[in-house]
C-alpha cells in the first residue's frame, strides 16, 4: 500500500518550487498535486493522456474544449486526451489532485 497526506505533499510541491508534483506512478496510471494561486495564468497546454481533475480546494473555472464550468472543494472534472483545457478565473488558491491514464510522460 501506498499512502499519502495532501498536507505532506503541498509542504513537498512548495519546497521544490513547481506548481506540479507527481507523487505517484504506477503502470496504468500517474497522480499529482497541481496549484495554481488567485489570479495565476494557467500555462496548461493539451496532455497525450485522459485526465481527471479532483479540486481539493479553492475557485476557478475551467474551460475544456470549448465547454467551461465553475469548480470548487470536491469538484471532479474528466479531460479527454488531446483536448485543450485551462483553469482561469482563480479566486481562491486551487489545490488540485490529477490523474493520468496511461502515466504523464
Excluded: C, W
Amino acid at each position: 500500500m501506498k499512502a499519502f497526506r495532501l498536507d505532506e505533499l503541498e509542504a513537498e510541491r512548495t519546497a521544490n518550487e513547481g506548481a506540479y508534483l507527481q507523487f505517484l506512478r504506477e503502470r496504468n496510471m500517474s497522480v499529482g498535486l497541481y496549484a495554481l494561486n488567485a489570479g495565476e495564468h494557467d500555462p496548461q497546454k493539451p496532455h497525450n493522456q485522459d485526465e481527471v481533475y479532483f479540486v481539493v480546494s479553492g475557485r476557478a473555472s475551467i474551460t475544456v474544449g470549448l465547454e467551461t464550468t465553475e469548480v470548487a472543494r470536491g469538484s471532479v472534472v474528466y479531460v479527454p486526451a488531446g483536448v485543450a483545457h485551462k483553469f482561469h478565473h482563480i479566486s481562491e488558491d486551487l489545490r488540485v489532485l490529477v490523474v493520468f491514464s496511461p502515466p504523464e510522460a
